[in-house]
């Protein structure tokens, strides 16, 4: 594993999210409300171009939810723009099939610069 600083942190704002390349491989870097994440832009379904997704949330209906269906992590749940895949940014899991799950890199600040682990 090597480590790629890929940018200053004020390239990437806070909620905004982009596709860099490192190595030839794309890395879907995100800033999720100040924290970093990155994924592959690979879709796991059909290698759509996940990370050119958009961010949203996603709807919940659970015991946290009062069983009433909620809007609920907006800015952590990623849709892939082929056919909707939805996956959560943190885990990488994939929303409607616990099984699938995407890699994730590990991200880290050093020196306001955003590095990326690979
Ligand atoms: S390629 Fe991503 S949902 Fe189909």
Redesign the pocket.
């Known amino acids: 594993m090597a480590s790629h600083i890929i940018g200053p942190v004020a390239e990437f704002p806070a909620d905004t999210h982009r596709v860099v390349k490192i190595r030839n491989i794309e890395i879907g870097v995100f800033n999720v409300n100040g924290t970093f994440y990155a994924l592959p832009n690979v879709?796991p379904?059909?290698?759509?171009p996940?990370c050119e997704g958009s961010v949203n949330g996603t709807m919940a209906c659970n015991a946290d939810t009062g069983w009433n269906y909620t809007w609920v992590r907006d800015g952590e749940i990623l849709t892939?723009p082929?056919?909707?895949?939805e996956f959560d940014i943190p885990t990488g899991r994939a929303l409607a099939r616990s099984k699938v799950r995407i890699r994730t890199y590990p991200v880290t600040i050093e020196d306001g610069q955003v590095i990326v682990t690979l």
């Open positions: 879709c379904h059909q290698f759509g996940l892939c082929w056919h909707g895949w």
